[in-house]
């Protein structure tokens, strides 16, 4: 019997309509058994990152996010770009986890879809250096740019473009391996 693989997602759009947290939504919809996913909801209640604040164990938002990192066997992140780059609030989250530590060794996929040509190149590449620094280990196909969002996924939020299903397949494949491989 396999274990079971708990991923975690996090959309880094706090639009109640982003095509990113709809992509995730549509990602998770395609993940098959072992893999299950919990969604991290919680990342426009976070404060803004202070170091003062980080001692102990850190506001309560802030410890419900390293609970559910810590508990997740590997993350996905679903981001837009604004203004060539990572979004505050998920920027803001990652901060909060640099001196704690709960993405060292954490298996994670970034996934950045954008309406313009590019595919969120630059939140893709600001985000990877920031989960390398950190320690996290990007899986194998676990990099996934998708421009022009809006003409590959309907309006119900599914993934319509076959190369795109194709490829968001292998990341999920890759990212939903077990640890007791490496």
Known sequence: MKKDIHLLAISGSLRKKSSNT????????LAAEPVRFSVYNGLGELPHFNPDLD????????RELRKQLKEADGVLICTPEYGNGVPGSLKNALDWIVSSGEFVNKRVAVV?????PMGGDKANASLLLTLNMINAII???GTVMI????????????????????????????????????
């Open 22 to 29: 709809a992509l995730m939504n549509a990602i998770i919809a």
């Open 55 to 62: 001692v102990e164990e850190g506001p309560a938002t802030v």
């Open 112 to 116: 950045t879809a954008s309406p313009s």
């Open 139 to 141: 899986v194998e196909q």
């Open 147 to 182: 421009p022009h969002i809006a003409l590959k996924m309907n309006k119900e939020g599914a993934i319509t473009d076959e190369e795109t299903k194709q490829q968001l397949l292998a990341m999920l494949a890759s990212l939903g391996q077990s640890n007791s491989g490496e």
